[in-house]
């Protein structure tokens, strides 16, 4: 057996120590679970999600494929292809209230 001991260290990080609520740690001990990683690793990608200044943003079609609302129509119902194919969806389209005959909207 060797008689060598070697340390690895993480000096290229800084450790903080932060106070959740319960119930946010244990979401976040549950989500470390379901996808295999450390907390620790969830709450990195987190932080740098939150601090990175955004560029330019994401694509809808990305930003609802991640939020897992692609696909999201319950019970097999067949959702219309297109909305805009129906004419009815598109009575008054481009044009002003006054124009459909409505009064215009107060906030």
């Given amino acids: 057996m060797s008689d060598k001991c070697y340390t690895m260290s993480d ?4 450790r903080i120590t ?4 319960q119930a946010l740690g244990e979401r976040l ?5 379901i996808q295999g990683k450390t907390e ?8 740098e999600s939150y601090l990175t200044p955004a560029r330019g943003g994401r694509a809808a079609y990305d930003l ?3 939020a ?3 696909g999201a129509i ?3 119902r067949r959702a219309p292809r297109d909305l805009s194919t129906n004419p009815r969806h598109m009575e008054g389209f481009g044009r002003s209230a006054a124009s459909r005959g409505r009064a215009p ?3």
Avoid: N
């Fill in 11 to 14: 000096m290229g990080t800084d």
């Fill in 29 to 33: 001990r549950h989500r470390s679970r």
């Fill in 74 to 76: 319950p019970g097999g």
């Fill in 40 to 47: 620790s690793e969830l709450v990195r990608k987190a932080l």
């Fill in 68 to 70: 897992g609302l692609i």
């Fill in 105 to 107: 909207e107060t906030a």
């Fill in 18 to 21: 932060i106070r959740v609520p």
């Fill in 64 to 66: 609802a494929a991640e």
